[in-house]
């Protein structure tokens, strides 16, 4: 066999690109104005005061946890969804669907009895005053005010993701993409009309973005499961799907040995950040403000490598399914090398804007000061994030979910959280240093990404598990 030239093995054919875009591009949409949109809630909370930002900047923080541990339960199953499909079995996909309702059930009624009974110790954890800017009491009262409103907006938000990663594993995500797009501007119009008491409407401040939000969720989850129905001859997975909540054992097994690991995964990954993100916050309420200026923009910079990771999920659990393990293989180093190149450019578009958006805020100097030099950070090392999510999504497909466990969460309790916990309390390490040098350990799991990678051990087929009981 001769060696695979550079341009042979990292650059993909016009068909290629062509079948990656056509799959990545609604979802990036989608994405994209999502991130947009909640930039701009971020701005108009942040046009409030600090304080209503640093309490709505904590609960998503919260959210953000739960959200996690949805997608970890959805995306386990999704596995099976994917290759099934690849596979042309949509019984397989249906029994997959049905499974989603199951752990979408139990993380929703988990995550409802958590925030109900210890939401505000959860919220005191973040507040530490620090003699500049921000309240302590004042945060918290808006924090909580948002959290309550934000939990009746918890069922539809999964059941409209059961729906929605179904048809993307599916191979369906221009539904997905305009029902979050209709979603995202039914919640900017709500923030603008509630936020700030326009068109007649009261002036209800946080509660006034808590409740823009359960309305677009509503009508998100409404345009997929009608979309759903009224075509199930292209989703042939809805048809009988609710007369029966059957999981065959040969399945339920595998389903719940692949996905728990994941489930687990991005639950303890997601704590794991709001743990480092604690962490930060013991130097101040200044440096809460000035991460939460710096994610909202880092979230609109990072639609690519994000979509880029669902789209490879998609991609190779489909060549998977099919049996084709070499194209498999195959198309992995392309992807991995596009989602790294696209991010180079986006990372440096965003230390462009850095000295820039932090201006937009109705805060503090020394807000601005410190969001800036978080948001350069970020930018530079989007490629390295770019790889990292790349190689985790690759990894995934193929249900390696242990490993995947190891490579994402256990690597951030085992490293980044024990490491900024010592800067944090045993030295005066000004805050831009120690998050520059939690960034720096995205170096070493990139490493260990690649060698995963390179070994193969993702290539496994999943579909044949159902195959085998026909």
């Not at 994405?31 to 709505?56: E, K, Y």
Request: hydrophobic content about 50%; proline content about 3%.
């Amino acid at each position: 066999m001769t060696k695979q030239s550079f341009r042979e093995r990292y650059i993909g054919t016009p068909a290629f690109y062509r079948m990656v875009f056509t799959i990545v591009v609604p979802i990036m949409i989608q994405n994209g104005i999502t991130n947009f949109v909640g930039m701009l809630d971020n701005i108009m909370i942040g046009r409030i005061g600090t304080d209503q930002m640093s309490g709505v900047s904590i609960v998503n923080q919260l959210m953000f946890v739960f959200n996690l541990c949805i997608f970890g339960g959805l995306a386990g199953i999704g596995i099976f969804t994917a290759q099934f499909f690849g596979n042309g079995d949509h019984e397989g996909v249906r029994y997959s669907f049905r499974a989603k309702l199951y752990v979408a059930a139990t993380v929703t009624v988990l995550g409802l009895l958590i925030f109900s009974l210890f939401g505000d110790q959860l919220i005191s954890f973040y507040l530490h005053e620090d003699g500049g800017s921000g309240d302590a009491g004042a945060t918290l009262h808006a924090a909580r005010e948002y959290l309550d409103l934000m939990m009746i907006g918890i069922l539809p938000f999964v059941i409209g993701q059961i729906y929605s990663s179904t048809l993307r594993e599916t191979g369906e995500t221009m539904v997905p993409m305009k029902a979050s797009v209709t979603a995202v501007f039914v919640n900017l119009a709500g923030n603008w009309i509630l936020i700030f008491g326009n068109l007649g409407a009261p002036a209800l401040g946080v509660r006034g973005a808590a409740i823009a939000t359960i309305l677009s969720r509503v009508i998100e989850m409404a345009i997929l499961i009608f979309w759903t129905h009224r075509h199930s001859e292209r989703n042939r997975f809805i048809v009988g799907a609710y007369r029966s909540m059957k999981v065959p054992m040969h399945l339920a097994g595998p389903m719940f040995v692949k996905g728990l690991p994941l489930l687990l995964n991005e639950a303890l990954w997601s704590l794991g950040m709001a743990v480092l993100t604690q962490n930060y916050s013991m130097r101040g309420l200044t440096v809460i403000a000035a991460m939460n200026i710096s994610q909202t923009i880092s979230n609109v910079f990072s639609i690519v490598f994000i979509s880029m990771g669902n789209g490879i999920a998609i991609i190779l659990g489909q060549q998977l399914g099919a049996g084709r393990l070499d194209t498999a293989r195959e198309y992995a180093a392309k992807l991995a090398f596009t989602t790294v190149a696209l991010c180079t450019v986006t990372g440096l578009l965003q230390i462009c804007a850095a000295p820039f958006f932090p201006h937009i805020y109705k805060t503090e100097a020394e807000v601005r000061r410190l969001a800036t030099g978080l948001i350069i950070i970020a930018g530079a090392f989007s490629p390295l994030y770019a790889f990292e999510n790349a190689s985790y999504f690759t990894i995934r497909s193929g249900g390696k979910t242990v490993i995947t466990f190891f490579f994402d969460s256990a690597f951030a309790w085992v490293t980044s959280i024990p490491l900024l916990w010592v800067l944090v309390r045993f030295t005066d390490m000004p805050i831009l240093a120690m998050y520059f040098v939690i960034q720096c350990l995205s170096f070493v799991k990139s490493g260990i990404g690649y060698i995963l990678m390179k070994k193969g051990i993702w290539v496994q087929d999943l579909a044949s598990l159902n195959r085998e009981h026909d």
